[in-house]
């Protein structure tokens, strides 16, 4: 089985798309054919925002990557199927990841002491505390978001052009 067809077993139809109760607006736009074509671009590009909002974006990510395809005609199942790069597995790394990076691009860090007393009564010093928290997670996942996302579209664009370059020679040998 080719690689293609092992994807495509993961790849959202389009009836289950048109089933989606989330997406269920966006019915007239979805009738497109060029959203469901499996094109060199229309694929790199849906995958980049699946990925994109996948990461940026802990809630809604499929109704928000299929309304971004559908905006800038990418491949819709493409863009669902990719937002799955954050899962219950994978969410945790990320995340810690992200933070991380933008606690280093920003300065502040929460210190793990005073992360640890999030627990406390006293409102305004625990939204104080995740406030700060949330800065750097902000900025980390923007960052983070924003680079895996222009490197997904380079990379399946590479590969999407070298398995086409290689078949053509393998033709032409014959």
């Given at each position: 089985?080719?690689?293609?067809?092992?994807?495509?077993?993961?790849?959202?139809?389009?009836?289950?798309?048109?089933?989606?109760?989330?997406?269920?607006?966006?019915?007239?736009?979805?009738?497109?054919?060029?959203?469901?074509?499996?094109?060199?671009?229309?694929?790199?590009?849906?995958?980049?925002?699946g990925?994109?909002?996948?990461?940026?974006?802990?809630?809604?990510?499929?109704?928000?990557?299929?309304?971004?395809?559908?905006?800038?005609?990418?491949?819709?199942?493409?863009?669902?199927a990719?937002t799955?790069?954050?899962?219950p597995?994978?969410?945790?790394?990320?995340y810690?990841?992200?933070?991380?990076?933008?606690?280093?691009?920003?300065?502040?860090?929460?210190?793990?002491?005073?992360?640890?007393?999030l627990?406390?009564h006293?409102?305004?010093?625990?939204?104080?505390?995740?406030?700060?928290?949330?800065?750097?997670?902000?900025?980390?996942?923007?960052?983070?978001?924003?680079?895996?996302?222009f490197?997904?579209?380079?990379?399946?664009?590479?590969?999407?052009?070298?398995?086409?370059?290689?078949?053509?020679?393998?033709?032409?040998?014959?």
């Amino acid at each position: 089985m080719s690689l293609r067809r092992r994807l495509q077993r993961y790849i959202p139809s389009r009836e289950q798309i048109f089933g989606n109760r989330w997406l269920a607006w966006l019915g007239p736009w979805l009738h497109d054919p060029k959203l469901w074509h499996w094109s060199r671009r229309g694929v790199a590009l849906g995958v980049a925002l699946g990925v994109f909002f996948g990461l940026l974006v802990p809630i809604a990510q499929i109704p928000l990557s299929a309304t971004a395809a559908i905006l800038m005609r990418a491949n819709v199942p493409a863009a669902v199927a990719s937002t799955l790069i954050t899962n219950p597995i994978t969410f945790g790394p990320i995340y810690y990841g992200a933070y991380r990076l933008g606690a280093w691009v920003t300065g502040e860090e929460v210190s793990v002491h005073s992360a640890n007393k999030l627990s406390t009564h006293d409102g305004e010093n625990l939204w104080q505390r995740l406030v700060a928290l949330g800065k750097p997670l902000l900025v980390g996942l923007s960052i983070t978001a924003t680079l895996i996302g222009f490197c997904t579209y380079g990379l399946i664009t590479l590969i999407w052009r070298w398995r086409t370059l290689s078949k053509r020679r393998a033709r032409m040998r014959l």
